[in-house]
């Protein structure tokens, strides 16, 4: 029984998309901190993928490929069914999109619903998470910096993040 419980644990743990991931935590006054894990391996999808985790994420699973896109599920929890590199396949998907980059001046993460669905468009579905200089336009220095969290119909928040290395 001890020998099955250490196992569960070791698979718990070596499952978990943090582990072993590069970080970003981002703060801000007077709202929860995002995150993003960088280069995780997700389970059923078969490619590596960068998430972002926030309290505004609703009904999708935030994570893409980078120059990519993540389609989630339309119904349920909104899990991660499949990444692409196509637009075109994003923009058919009838459930949550993610698309996401990163570049040397910026890390960007948005997402919207496929389909022709203009009552999905709101503050909860519809937002940009930018970590990017947007005063001096600089590089970003290791993946931290000022960011910007948009919602549709919303006031932006601001955000400074930090890359936290590899654990």
Not at 62 to 89: H, I, K, M, R
Not at 153 to 159: H, L, M, N, Q, S
Request: charged share 15%.
């Amino acid at each position: 029984m001890r020998l099955s419980r250490t196992l569960m644990a070791w698979l718990l743990v070596a499952s978990s998309p943090a582990w072993g991931s590069d970080t970003i935590k981002c703060a801000s006054n007077g709202h929860r901190d995002v995150t993003i894990t960088l280069h995780v391996r997700m389970p059923g999808i078969g490619s590596y993928v960068d998430c972002l985790h926030g309290d505004f994420i609703v009904d999708l699973t935030p994570c893409a490929p980078n120059g990519g896109f993540g389609l989630s599920a339309p119904t349920g929890a909104g899990d991660l069914v499949e990444v692409t590199q196509s637009w075109q396949q994003a923009a058919d998907h009838m459930g949550g999109v993610v698309g996401h980059f990163i570049s040397a001046d910026e890390v960007y993460f948005s997402t919207n619903y496929g389909g022709d669905f203009p009552d999905l468009k709101t503050s909860d579905t519809t937002w940009a998470f930018i970590i990017q200089d947007q005063v001096n336009f600089r590089p970003l220095h290791d993946l931290s910096g000022p960011a910007r969290l948009w919602r549709l119909g919303k006031p932006d928040i601001d955000y400074l993040c930090k890359h936290l290395p590899r654990l």
